[in-house]
């Protein structure tokens, strides 16, 4: 079964410009959750989509956003960009209920120069 | 609001002896807790959870977790670490919040766990 991917791995940008970064859920999950891994900061929660609906967002500036599509994948973007956004961004997804550990993609390397 | 603390940032032990990684929370009613491993450039993998039921949760590579609902704690630990689990190590506590039921996780800082050859 493959797990949960993303991409692009690497993504350098520059201050002001946006960027788009993508994941794909494992098969047959439905919920989508965006993390923001900054050095030294542990895990920040950015959005959770479920059935193509986002259900929550944690503390981010409205320049943070995404959707989910309807064949669950979802994407993220950031507009706007400043320096400390520069972070791993980590997507993983669940199952339905009662399943509720995630499982994770390998991360989005987001430099903002 | 829901917590979840890690009060090392660093545990470091010799292989062959028994590792614990402490985790500590605070919730509104029952908690779901995790424990997460995270090597390096690597995203997270989930090792056990704790739900309901028996305090002692096994989970993968032989790692354990005991929840204790008096000291609000969610211990990882292994009787024998090796080399190989040198790594970050996240817990987690999912977080209800509103009428509507929505929740997410809350991840501690993590604590890197190293094992000395």
């Known amino acids: 079964e493959a797990g949960v991917t993303q991409s692009p791995t690497h993504l350098i940008k520059t201050r002001g410009q946006q960027a788009t970064l993508r994941c794909s859920p494992i098969?047959?999950?439905?919920?989508v959750y965006w993390y923001q891994q900054a050095l030294g900061l542990g895990l920040q929660f950015l959005l959770w989509?479920?059935?193509?609906?986002?259900?929550n967002r944690g503390n981010f500036p409205p320049r943070f956003s995404g959707r989910q599509f309807p064949n669950y994948s979802s994407e993220l973007n950031v507009n706007a960009l400043e320096l400390e956004d520069s972070a791993l961004y980590l997507c993983?997804?669940?199952?339905?209920?009662?399943?509720?550990?995630?499982?994770f993609g390998p991360g989005t390397r987001l430099t903002v120069l | 609001a829901q917590s979840v603390a890690q009060p090392e940032d660093q545990v470091n032990v010799a292989e062959g002896n028994p590792l614990t990684v402490k985790c500590t929370y605070s919730?509104?009613?029952?908690?779901?807790l995790f424990w997460y491993v995270q090597y390096p450039n690597r995203g997270l993998q989930f090792l056990l959870k704790?739900?309901?039921?028996?305090?002692l949760v096994k989970g993968s590579y032989g790692f354990e977790a005991e929840f204790n609902k008096s000291q609000t704690s969610f211990h990882l630990k292994k009787p024998s670490a090796l080399v190989s689990d040198s790594a970050l190590y996240f817990c987690?506590?999912?977080?209800?919040?509103?009428?509507?039921?929505?929740?997410?996780?809350?991840f501690g800082t993590g604590t890197r766990l190293k094992v000395l050859a």
């Open positions: 993983a997804s669940r199952a339905r209920a009662p399943y509720n550990e995630q499982f």
């Open positions: 098969s047959g999950h439905t919920s």
């Open positions: 989509y479920d059935e193509g609906e986002e259900r």
């Open positions: 919730v509104s009613g029952n908690p779901y």
């Open positions: 704790y739900i309901t039921g028996d305090n």
């Open positions: 987690a506590v999912r977080d209800i919040s509103g009428a509507s039921g929505t929740y997410k996780y809350i």
